[in-house]
T-cell receptor, first 111, second 110 residues
Framework: DQQVKQNSPSLSVQEGRISILNCDYT??????FLWYKKYPAEGPTFLIS?????DKNEDGRFTVFLNKSAKHLSLHIVPSQPGDSAVYFC??????????FGKGTTLSVSS | EADIYQTPRYLVIGTGKKITLECSQT?????MYWYQQDPGMELHLIHY???????EKGDLSSESTVSRIRTEHFPLTLESARPSHTSQYLC?????????FGSGTRLTVV
């Protein structure tokens, strides 16, 4: 059974608007969450992370929100740019063990 | 400049051949991982190592094997490649919570 779920396979957004990518998890012991961006035939690139002791982390255009009670996190990209078009993976870890990934959401930003 | 290197980037090989996918990192990380990923699917952990001479199988069953004789080197070997092994293989290393991925090897077995 999947421990990290990204239920939206794809998302289309216009340039300049906000992109919101969602992620749900089932393991309440996860204490660290990360978002990665990936292009085809490339390895994932780290975007932003959040510890379970926080509910928000911001880095430039990227903000991650964590709702522990709902076991839900989201990545906000504002403003969205065409160069943001890629597959975005949510990942979680428990006590420094190996990352568990979701299936990814393909973001398309049109100009 | 990449701190973790995977070779080859692309490989097309015939069924039954033995192959080794190379992964090296220059960061001195103790923890290293191999993930397998197919389009539209999550990255599946197939092997990991928390230090020299330590290797474990991941969540996804794999017919591959790994070795960790040196901190910086974590090669993955398939003794007899099959078409079902066609996939992208991603190597990563980590220091506490910081993961760095290589560019991956796209393997096609014909």
């Amino acid at each position: 059974d999947q421990q990290v779920k990204q239920n939206s396979p794809s998302l289309s957004v216009q340039e300049g608007r906000i992109s919101i990518l969602n992620c749900d998890y089932t393991n309440s012991m996860f204490d660290y969450f990360l978002w990665y961006k990936k292009y085809p035939a490339e390895g994932p690139t780290f975007l932003i992370s959040i510890s379970s002791i926080k509910d928000k982390n911001e880095d430039g255009r990227f903000t991650v929100f964590l709702n522990k009670s709902a076991k839900h996190l989201s990545l906000h990209i504002v403003p969205s740019q065409p160069g943001d078009s890629a597959v975005y993976f949510c990942a979680a870890s428990e006590a420094g063990t190996a990352l568990i990934f979701g299936k990814g959401t393909t973001l398309s930003v049109s100009s | 400049e990449a701190d973790i290197y995977q070779t080859p980037r692309y490989l097309v090989i015939g069924t039954g051949k033995k192959i080794t996918l190379e992964c090296s990192q220059t960061m001195g990380h103790d923890k290293m991982y191999w993930y397998q990923q197919d389009p539209g699917m999550e990255l599946h952990l197939i092997h990991y190592s928390y230090g020299v001479n330590s290797t474990e199988k991941g969540d996804l069953s794999s017919e591959s094997t790994v070795s960790r004789i040196r901190t910086e080197h974590f090669p993955l070997t398939l003794e007899s490649a099959r078409p079902s092994h066609t996939s992208q293989y991603l190597c990563a290393s980590s220091d506490t919570y910081g993961y760095t991925f290589g560019s991956g090897t796209r393997l096609t077995v014909v």
